[in-house]
């Protein structure tokens, strides 16, 4: 596990299943190259499952830390075309995002597989978790994103326990935002963190989320619009789509949002 770097920003390239193997290991040299006397925060490349290796052999010596799209709940087993955690931190990863939208969306995974996620990824102890969160079109227009926001909360991470310097980061990820080009408003995303902030407070109490948590933003993020997000108090760092897939592009978000 990483050392404690709670206090350091934190930007994540996730590529979703944009690239095939040979373009994803083209951008992870761009990438190395591009970022090689960037030394402020932390960044982190999600590429998918079959890249991570070569990926991980390409970052030697470089600052940028791997992390993967997905994870099962269990660490070994008749579980056909799962991945664990501990198989993730033999290919090097350091990170593992739990929950995403998208796997919300299209393969049906719900809050209850999500707590397992993480419950798993945390007996392992060598991966930081990335758990997503946020409220869709509907749910916003009807006002309930509160609501949303601490229920998705609540079933991810009730009775989890939290032990020593294990760290943990949520992802807010409005759901309408993501791939969409619609951008919040920095405002109500700062309003967001808070609510999560609160509900992470009750849960865990008010130490242990300073200590150990985390509380990122995704959806639409790119160079022109990243400034709005620059020392919003709540907001530790940044999950990025599609602007993470042009080295230029991506290193303008981590600069300006870790310097
Ligand atoms: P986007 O994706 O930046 O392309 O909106 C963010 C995400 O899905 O994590």
């Known amino acids: 596990m990483k050392n404690k770097i709670i206090n350091n920003k934190i ?4 590529w979703k299943m944009r690239l095939s193997l040979k373009e994803s290991l083209i951008l992870a040299k761009k990438m190395k190259n591009k970022f090689k006397n960037f030394k402020s925060g932390e960044v982190v490349i ?7 290796c070569h990926t991980k052999n390409i970052m030697e010596n470089s600052s940028i830390n791997l992390g993967s799209q997905n994870v099962f709940w269990e660490e070994k087993g008749s579980y056909t075309g799962e991945v664990s955690p501990g198989m993730l931190v033999e290919a090097g990863c350091e990170y593992a995002i739990i929950g995403h939208s998208e ?6 995974e719900n809050y209850e ?17 990335i758990v997503c969160i946020g409220e ?14 601490t229920d998705q909360l609540y079933q991810a991470l ?13 992802a807010y990820e409005p759901i309408w935002a993501i791939g969409s080009g619609i951008t919040i408003e920095p405002a109500e995303a700062k309003y967001a963190h808070k609510i999560i902030k609160l509900t992470l407070n009750d849960i865990f109490g008010m130490q242990v989320v300073k200590d150990n948590f985390r509380i990122i933003y995704g959806g639409s993020i790119n160079s ?3 400034k709005g997000f620059v020392n919003i108090e709540d907001i530790d760092g940044l999950l990025v789509g599609g602007a993470s897939l042009d080295e230029d592009e991506f290193y303008k978000v981590a600069k300006a949002i870790l310097k």
């Open 11 to 14: 930007v994540v390239a996730n």
């Open 136 to 149: 869709n079109t509907e749910e916003r227009k009807t006002d309930q994103r509160d609501f949303i926001l």
């Open 224 to 226: 022109r619009n990243v």
């Open 113 to 129: 597989m999500i707590h397992q996620k993480l419950k798993a990824v945390l007996n392992n102890g060598k991966l930081v978790p």
């Open 158 to 170: 009730s009775g989890i326990n939290i032990v020593g310097e294990q760290q943990i980061i949520i």
């Open 103 to 108: 796997r919300r969306k299209y393969i049906l």
């Open 46 to 52: 999600c590429p998918n499952f079959l890249s991570l």
